[in-house]
DNA sequence: GAAGATTGAGTTATCAATCTTA
DNA sequence: TAAGATTGATAACTCAATCTTC
């Protein structure tokens, strides 16, 4: 019986220290951050996030249309909440709404002249806060390690 | 007129390829990793994400036991969503609420022994979401310069 | 039956106003 | 006046059920 273990099985093994102080990190980072970039910012730009994230989605999709899938694929949203949001935008005509031509089931959002116009001025906004809020207290040397990492991390979530 | 200027004001800088990529994966994160993580954990462990925090906080805190600011600060949830959370959590007796001896305004939240059970119950689960959803996807060697980039990061928020 | 989308119902989270004590 | 906390109103979000079309 001198058989040898694996040192634990996987996803039972506790953190370890390192791993503690990211997890602490990151736990208040998907907490607090979101907060910290909508405060002021839809009082500056006329925005949500989840808005600007939709038109910013619209902007660079082929014709400036989107089906709904693709758009809560594209923004990390549900599609119920999707499905709401482009409601409620269209009324403000920030975009609109349509039937997709070959699949009768779809529904596509395209992005209207106000949609680009309020993207447009909201830009600015965004990224000063993403500067404020993210950029300006990482060290750029550690750039080229953070955004592969993160971008793995992003690609495994549902 | 040969002046020489700085590259440019610094909050209108658009962002770098690498930024905008760190960007994109972070604002995926934040929005997906609570869904990810909360996705049956409520359902294997009986407690959400949220109520898993504010046992947590209150389990090393000493006598545990937390004023209300001070366990929204350690949750990072706002105040008013802590003191009707821990209201739902009196009620199923996860935790009890005092009043503070020496200052007459404030509320303690204090740990009860079905509390500390469903913590201890909830701490494989929770576990093994966080290695399933986070350090599952991340190189080791890089932790060491995630842990302490991203530790920066929310020592800067609100 | 499965995929795309919508909707009703319920939960979660925030804001602003308020109350109490310091 | 300010700090700690609570609460009513409201917005954001999710889930499950449903409808239509593939």
Redesign the pocket.
């Known amino acids: 019986m001198t058989e040898q273990r694996p040192p634990e099985p996987a996803p039972h093994r506790p953190l370890e220290p390192v791993e503690e102080r990211l997890w602490r990190a990151l736990a208040e980072i998907v907490?607090?951050l979101?907060?910290a970039l909508?405060?002021g910012f839809?009082a500056d730009a006329g925005l949500?996030?989840?808005?600007y994230g939709v038109l910013a989605a619209l902007r660079s999709a082929p014709d400036h249309s989107l089906?709904?899938?693709?758009?809560?694929g594209a923004t990390a949203?549900?599609?119920?909440?999707?499905?709401?949001?482009?409601?409620?935008m269209a009324r403000r005509d920030l975009c609109e709404?349509g039937r997709?031509a070959?699949?009768?089931?779809?529904?596509?959002a395209h992005l209207t002249p106000a949609g680009t116009s309020a993207l447009r001025a909201a830009y600015p906004h965004h990224l000063a806060r993403i500067r404020e809020h993210v950029f300006d207290h990482l060290d750029p040397a550690d750039l080229s390690t953070l955004a592969p990492a993160l971008t793995r991390l992003a690609a495994a979530l549902p």
């Open positions: 907490i607090a979101p907060r909508d405060d839809e949500s996030l989840s808005e089906r709904l899938t693709a758009l809560a949203l549900s599609l119920s909440r999707v499905s709401r949001l482009v409601d409620a709404r997709c070959d699949d009768r089931r779809g529904s596509v």
